[in-house]
């Protein structure tokens, strides 16, 4: 089973964020240039919460509030659910299925080392997938 890590070998370990004083317009522009779907909110050099485009839709959105004057701390997300660089797909995947969320920060001794999404989890699994079925493809015909 493919670990968190080599999920971020796959696809890179870069890591786009926001300090918690920016406006949340500031946040959704970075989040269009960048076609992600969350920001991990960085105060100072400590992880503070994650914004993600569920946070914008209930907690500005819906409530009627300014993404011009809102800033981020005031909508973040601030129980950020992480996990570590040698945790297996599956386990990544029952987290967010269980928690409902579809981004995962990567610490590794305390530090961020990366981001993982529901779309890079799925990728993953299916890979061992179709290398899985493949094999037993083979072994039933030989």
């Known amino acids: 089973m493919a670990t968190v890590n080599q999920m971020l070998m796959s696809k890179g370990s870069e890591v786009y964020s926001i300090a918690p004083d920016a406006t949340v317009l500031e946040a959704l522009h970075l989040m269009a240039e960048k076609d992600i779907g969350a920001l991990v909110v960085i105060d100072g050099d400590r992880l503070a919460g994650i914004f993600s485009e569920r946070d914008y839709a209930r907690k500005i959105a819906l409530q009627g509030k300014s993404s011009r004057t ?10 950020v659910i992480c996990v570590s660089p040698d945790l297996p797909a599956d386990k990544c995947m029952v987290i ?5 969320i579809r981004h995962l920060p990567v610490l590794a001794d305390g530090r961020l080392v990366g981001i993982i999404s529901i779309g890079d989890v799925v990728k993953s699994i299916m890979s061992e997938q179709q290398v899985l079925i493949r094999h037993l493809e083979d072994y039933i015909l030989s």
Not at 70 to 79: G, L, N, Q, S
Not at 96 to 100: A, E, P, S, V
Request: hydrophobic share 40%; aromatic share 6%.
């Open 70 to 79: 809102t800033p981020i701390w005031a909508v973040m997300t601030d129980e």
């Open 96 to 100: 967010m299925t269980d928690k409902r």
